[in-house]
């Protein structure tokens, strides 16, 4: 029987997952879907095949959440899927402490553990966890996997992951520990179809989505990466405020009478290209937009990425290649082309017609360095990681 598997990306209010099937020890993709809109008024659930075509679009009622979207979703796939052993699921887990820097295969004293990250990333960990409870409640004998985001990083120098406080908190476990780990790996499977001698040398992978941080690969490991403790530091993100002088948090409490969850809510929900703009989070609208404070917004998010490219082509002791990725990264001709033309001095001469074409090689043959896009596959490399954990041989 043709052995399949699920995988899962939980947020707040949607659910994207997708379902592989397994040949010759390869996940293939086979369907694609998303839940959105759960708890709010009017959700849907949308299913696609691998081209893209929409297989099914139905609304979900006013009380649906998670778990009806999820048991929805799983039997309207299990229907399709005759002749298929359903043989696991595998989820983005955002934080994975100290301890995880492998995948995992899911137990009630592990999604303990994974419990205790919570306050650590409010946004992303309280439902990933959720929906490895619902599938354990549709599907009680189904194995699950969890896939870190921050498992990668475990393994960089132990410099580029302490913060200069007393060591009894770096024995707390507060560490920088990097996010956007799966994307990384992906990346860094493929690096060697587009650029071996990168691949084997130092490259700064940047993953400019909603959320966005950037990773300096040598040889395909992490060493360094912006995100830290919580996914909140190193770049501006869409309504993250990234890097940000400690002190100003001491000031917010002191002086302007904040709770922590006020703060919270500043820092994760309020800041960012939303904060700097007061017009949108998304970038693509502040693009679109001709107000001053749409393009001072992008102006800061290019400075920033600048920045960071400079503090990691340190970190690297050189660098063969710049990888753009995610939803801006692959998208957004305008902030690519800003970010390596203020690169040039790096040696990153920008080929402004290959840019517009949001694929490929960017730079111009000539360039010391060379810049691509590579759209990243999260799904893909948890699909890979599931397979491995529930069949290691
Ligand atoms: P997430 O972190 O939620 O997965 P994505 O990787 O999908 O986010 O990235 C979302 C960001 O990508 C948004 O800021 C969006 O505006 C931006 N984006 C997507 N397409 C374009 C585009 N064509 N031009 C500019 N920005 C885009």
């Given at each position: 029987m043709t052995q399949a598997l699920l995988?899962?990306?939980?947020?707040?209010?949607?659910?994207?997952?997708?379902?592989?099937t397994v040949?010759?020890?390869?996940?293939?993709?086979?369907?694609?879907?998303?839940?959105?809109?759960?708890?709010?008024?009017?959700?849907?659930?949308?299913?696609?095949?691998?081209?893209?075509?929409?297989?099914?679009?139905?609304?979900?009622?006013?009380?649906?959440?998670?778990?009806?979207?999820?048991?929805?979703?799983?039997?309207?796939?299990e229907?399709?899927l005759e002749g298929h052993d359903l043989i696991g699921?595998?989820?983005?887990?955002?934080?994975?402490?100290?301890?995880?820097?492998?995948?995992?295969?899911?137990?009630?004293?592990?999604?303990?553990?994974?419990?205790?990250?919570?306050?650590?990333?409010?946004?992303?960990?309280?439902?990933?966890?959720?929906?490895?409870?619902?599938?354990?409640?549709?599907?009680?004998?189904l194995p699950?996997?969890?896939?870190?985001?921050?498992?990668?990083?475990?393994?960089?120098?132990?410099?580029?992951?302490?913060?200069?406080?007393?060591?009894?908190?770096?024995?707390?476990?507060?560490?920088?520990?990097?996010?956007?780990?799966?994307?990384?790996?992906?990346?860094?499977?493929?690096?060697?179809?587009?650029?071996?001698?990168?691949?084997?040398?130092?490259?700064?992978?940047?993953?400019?989505?909603?959320?966005?941080?950037?990773?300096?690969?040598?040889?395909?490991?992490?060493?360094?990466?912006?995100?830290?403790?919580?996914?909140?530091?190193?770049?501006?993100?869409?309504?993250?405020?990234?890097?940000?002088?400690?002190?100003?948090?001491?000031?917010?409490?002191?002086?302007?009478?904040?709770?922590?969850?006020?703060?919270?809510?500043?820092?994760?929900?309020?800041?960012?290209?939303?904060?700097?703009?007061?017009?949108?989070?998304?970038?693509?609208?502040?693009?679109?937009?001709?107000?001053?404070?749409?393009?001072?917004?992008?102006?800061?998010?290019?400075?920033?990425?600048?920045?960071?490219?400079?503090?990691?082509?340190?970190?690297?002791?050189?660098?063969?290649?710049?990888?753009?990725?995610?939803?801006?990264?692959?998208?957004?001709?305008?902030?690519?082309?800003?970010?390596?033309?203020?690169?040039?001095?790096?040696?990153?001469?920008?080929?402004?017609?290959?840019?517009?074409?949001?694929?490929?090689?960017?730079?111009?043959?000539?360039?010391?360095?060379?810049?691509?896009?590579?759209?990243?596959?999260?799904?893909?490399?948890?699909?890979?990681?599931?397979?491995?954990?529930l069949?290691?041989?």
């Amino acid at each position: 029987m043709t052995q399949a598997l699920l995988v899962i990306n939980a947020g707040s209010s949607s659910i994207k997952f997708a379902l592989y099937t397994v040949a010759g020890g390869a996940p293939t993709p086979c369907y694609r879907g998303q839940a959105d809109g759960l708890g709010a008024s009017i959700g849907s659930l949308q299913i696609k095949d691998d081209q893209g075509k929409r297989l099914l679009h139905e609304e979900l009622p006013e009380s649906d959440g998670h778990d009806e979207a999820l048991d929805r979703a799983l039997s309207w796939l299990e229907e399709r899927l005759e002749g298929h052993d359903l043989i696991g699921a595998g989820h983005r887990v955002v934080h994975g402490g100290p301890e995880f820097s492998h995948p995992v295969r899911i137990t009630d004293d592990i999604l303990e553990r994974l419990d205790g990250f919570c306050e650590l990333a409010p946004l992303h960990q309280p439902h990933n966890l959720r929906a490895i409870h619902a599938v354990a409640r549709v599907r009680p004998h189904l194995p699950q996997v969890a896939c870190f985001d921050t498992a990668v990083h475990r393994q960089q120098p132990r410099v580029a992951q302490r913060f200069a406080l007393p060591r009894q908190y770096e024995n707390k476990g507060v560490l920088r520990y990097g996010f956007h780990g799966l994307s990384y790996e992906y990346i860094a499977s493929v690096l060697p179809d587009h650029d071996r001698q990168a691949a084997e040398g130092r490259t700064i992978v940047a993953h400019l989505g909603n959320g966005a941080s950037m990773c300096a690969l040598h040889g395909g490991q992490s060493v360094a990466s912006t995100m830290g403790f919580t996914a909140l530091d190193g770049l501006p993100m869409g309504q993250r405020c990234g890097n940000i002088d400690p002190g100003v948090i001491l000031y917010l409490l002191q002086n302007e009478g904040m709770n922590a969850a006020e703060i919270e809510d500043l820092l994760y929900r309020r800041s960012g290209l939303l904060g700097l703009s007061g017009i949108s989070a998304d970038m693509r609208q502040l693009l679109e937009s001709d107000r001053r404070e749409a393009a001072e917004a992008v102006e800061y998010y290019v400075y920033r990425a600048v920045r960071e490219v400079g503090s990691l082509t340190a970190a690297l002791g050189g660098l063969d290649a710049l990888v753009f990725t995610a939803g801006i990264g692959e998208n957004a001709a305008p902030v690519r082309a800003a970010i390596c033309e203020q690169l040039g001095w790096l040696g990153i001469t920008l080929d402004r017609e290959a840019n517009a074409h949001n694929a490929g090689r960017i730079t111009t043959t000539d360039s010391r360095i060379p810049a691509y896009i590579i759209p990243t596959n999260e799904e893909l490399m948890i699909a890979r990681h599931t397979l491995r954990t529930l069949d290691p041989a």
